[in-house]
């Protein structure tokens, strides 16, 4: 079966291209489990007062009253305050700023995204709005832009841990796994419990075929968020990658499509679903799974090469699992095989 797309063009299905017992990883994008660490997200530091304030350097009364409002927990109402006065006063720094605050602590995080773009306008020299930016790059699957967003942020004397997340996110989406584990490894360091940057540290483990890190880094997240919403899958993917150390000494005869004389004939392709709190948040990207579509015409063993959150990663994994397919076959015996899935969220 060769890059066939689904009639929805929601997912398809691609061959893996080298013979291998123990998986390869395709190009490991990570997106993260976008479960968020909201403390850094919807903060910032009072003694950096050129992230904020209006085109004149000062507040006005009415921002001074929207900005006390967020603060005292009444978000929502603070988002309809600033969202006036940002349309009154579109140079309003200080407005533009904590509405994005407030957006992304009411889950929005992919909105609060045009919010940060007015401040960087307004406020080149903002690390803070830099480092928030790039967040919402990430989360609106823009790695490139993400990743000079947060260099930029890094040059102007951002400490927050966003910044390296975001870098390490954008070179997990590009092939760059080492350099990928280093920034997750450096956001860990300012935030240990990072949810996300946990995440792209074990994908770019795995790709770097350090399988116990791997498992160990997504531990760190079930013991930190156990209600995380892709904790069930992130259990599954434990056991996985502890599997697959065991079979470094003893692997399986899988086998690649190139090998087979009949390839996999795919019955029925579910569907994954696109969770409500994805949809808030404006999760768009790939979810990438590496899968062995077994001589008994089941899916099994699949590993997560790039993930979403909001339970995204989840819900792939389980429209895979339901795949229905007549087995590949080899000189008239079926056989197991490796495939490469792709499910594609985007937000129209």
Known sequence: MTNEKCQNDKYQMKPTESHMRVPQYASAFVLVSLLLSLSFLTTGSPARNQARGGGDGTTNRDTARAIQTYHHGDANEAINLLQAIVKKRPDDADAWYHLGLALNSQGFVGSSRSAFEQVVRLRPGSAEAHAKLAFALIVSDKPQKALATAQRALELGDLSPESHYAIAEASLRTGAATKAADEAETALMINPNFTAALITRSLAHSQLKLYLEAAASLEQVLAGSPDDMDAETWRGQVEELRRLVSLESSPAPIFNIKDVTEKVRVLSKPEPRYSDAARKAGVTGTVVLRAVFSAEGEVKHILISRALGYGLATSSVRA???????????????????LQLEYNFNLY
Do not use: E
């Open 320 to 338: 895979a699992r339901q795949i229905r397919f007549s087995p590949a076959m080899k000189d008239g015996i079926p056989v197991s095989i490796y």
